[in-house]
């Protein structure tokens, strides 16, 4: 998981992924958040078992994205961005609450690329079950 240190290289990071086909999950968090520092090994474990997607992390925290933060409309953290092919596909909060965290896999699972695929091609197959 990278860190995007400025809105630049976040948009760096959103066209490398729309070039790639691949899906990219934007984890937006403070220095300052407990829970954000708590739910962490839990993403950097998804991030592990899930390589064929790009992750960025972006700190409200550096003066430098407070802008961006503000742009995105983003008032809570943790806080989590899905885009593919430059289109955001789903924006959620997530936390160590169980059902949470089902829900994030559940989102992360149904966008992958090969989820995507397995949809248009008219496979009957849940990818978020």
């Known amino acids: 998981m990278r860190e995007a240190r400025s809105a630049e290289e976040y948009k760096a990071a959103l066209a490398e992924a729309k070039e790639q086909g691949k899906?990219?999950?934007?984890?937006f968090f403070t220095s300052d958040c407990y829970?954000?520092?708590?739910?962490?090994?839990?993403?950097?474990?998804?991030?592990?078992?899930?390589?064929?997607?790009?992750?960025?992390?972006?700190?409200?925290?550096?003066?430098?994205?407070?802008?961006?933060?503000?742009?995105?409309?983003i008032r809570k953290v943790p806080y989590f961005h899905m885009v593919r092919d430059g289109e955001l596909v789903s924006e959620l909060t997530a936390?160590?609450?169980?059902?949470?965290?089902?829900v994030f896999r559940a989102e992360l699972a149904a966008h992958k690329p090969a989820a995507v695929k397995e949809l248009s091609s008219g496979s009957s197959r849940c990818p978020a079950a």
Do not use: Q, Y
């Not at 899906?23 to 984890?27: F, I």
């Not at 829970?35 to 390589?51: E, G, L, M, T, Y």
């Open 23 to 27: 899906l990219l999950v934007a984890k």
């Open 35 to 73: 829970v954000c520092k708590s739910i962490f090994p839990k993403i950097r474990a998804a991030a592990r078992d899930n390589p064929d997607v790009l992750w960025v992390k972006l700190n409200g925290s550096d003066p430098e994205m407070v802008d961006l933060f503000k742009a995105l409309d």
């Open 95 to 102: 936390s160590l609450n169980p059902e949470k965290l089902a």
